[in-house]
């Protein structure tokens, strides 16, 4: 490509402040899916999450490409973007999107956190201060717009009026898109002798293993045969129910752990026939989605991002605060799902194919 040709195309800043593996993953696919832009990225390792989100724009206050001049600043979630335009005023005409990949008003509380609001103040700030504020999902732009109202909502006194509405007047939901590739059609039904269940997501408290426990102990009690797999992103500190479904599901268990490997977990998702979500927190489920496009049936709970594409007929009622009765409702809703052996359902809407217009459209309206 000629100099002049490069020069012509629209010069875009992405910032992302917790480049951890989702928001890696989606501004990766962004610059490849839309090569129109002239793309410069900054990204900060996903460790020290509280000195992340509040001191982000600290971090690259000295950082020479916020010194240029740009036609586009697209940031995720957790970059400081109100901060980030005070230390940079010349960046303060720039038009800027933020991605939401999720919101800190409806992340759960683990209990072992300090408990600070600066996270949600970050985010409120971030969203008021950019032109368009873009969601993943449905779930996550409520969430968001609900919790800034009832935060904003405990503040003694002077709030702008109409704030909330503004907020949502600029905001649209565009999901992460599932590449193309995954999508692969499935001639064969789930296994109705003993079926492949696949739980494929972060090992942390707030996909709730403990809740996967009891569900796998529910379906041993009704006698219901199973091979399971229990993969997906982990940290040195794990929730002890992992220990306790391997130490009881043993003989049973096929894959376990991280696969460093792509095309091996890729793999893994054509050959499960269940893929299981017990998530208390999940804004939009990718790893859900990608097991749909693969061909596996989802079984989630009835709230979250789920129903905005899990079937309402593979969705168990939705238990918070009771456990073992969302794992009962869970086991017997698979019981039914083993003797139906329904078809897949494709996630089409969420094709990179399919998507990438809509955010090219998206990213030329605000250019």
């Known amino acids: 490509m000629s100099d ?5 195309k629209p010069r875009i800043l992405l910032l992302s402040a917790y480049d951890a593996g989702s928001h890696q993953r989606w501004r990766e696919q962004l610059v490849a899916s ?4 002239e793309w410069h990225v900054l990204a900060l390792p996903p460790r020290f999450f509280r000195w992340r989100i509040r001191g982000n724009a600290l971090t690259w206050l000295s950082e020479p490409l916020l010194q240029e001049s740009w036609d586009l600043l697209i940031a995720t979630s957790m970059v400081d973007l109100a901060t980030l335009k005070g230390f940079h005023p010349h960046l303060g005409r720039t038009p800027c999107m933020l991605y939401m990949h999720e919101n800190q008003f409806a992340y759960p509380d683990s209990g072992l956190q300090h408990s600070s609001a600066e996270p949600q103040i970050v985010n409120l700030f971030s969203a008021v201060a950019a032109d368009q504020v873009l969601f993943n999902s449905e779930w996550n732009r409520d969430s968001f717009l609900d919790g800034a109202y009832q935060f904003l909502d405990k503040m003694p006194d002077g709030l702008p009026d109409g704030l909330i509405s503004r907020l949502r007047e600029k905001s649209l939901v565009l ?3 599932i590449e193309d590739r995954l999508f692969v059609p499935r001639e064969e039904r789930p296994d109705a002798e003993c079926p492949h269940l696949l739980w494929n997501h972060r090992w942390e408290y707030d996909k709730a293993p403990e809740r996967l426990l009891l569900l796998l102990d529910e379906l041993a009690r009704l006698g219901q045969d199973f091979r399971l797999s229990v993969v997906g992103e982990q940290f040195r500190q794990a929730p002890e129910a992992f220990e306790q479904i391997r130490h009881k599901y043993g003989d049973r268990i096929l894959n376990w752990g991280y696969l460093p490997d792509r095309s091996g977990y890729d793999q893994l998702l054509k050959q499960a026939d269940f893929a299981l979500s017990t998530a208390l927190h999940d804004f939009q489920g990718l790893s859900v989605l990608e097991a ?3 061909g596996c049936v989802a079984v989630t709970p009835d709230r979250l991002a789920y129903r905005e594409y899990v079937p ?3 969705r168990f009622p939705s238990c918070p605060d009771d456990p073992e009765a969302e794992a009962k409702a869970a086991a017997e809703l698979i019981l039914g799902l083993i003797g139906h052996r329904p078809e897949p359902e494709s996630p089409e809407r969420w094709r990179l194919s399919y998507l990438k217009t809509m955010y090219s459209e998206t990213i030329a309206g605000l250019l």
């Open 4 to 8: 002049t040709a490069s020069a012509a």
């Open 292 to 294: 749909m496009a693969s």
């Open 312 to 314: 309402a007929t593979q």
């Open 34 to 37: 839309q090569p129109q832009f």
């Open 175 to 177: 999901p992460v898109p």
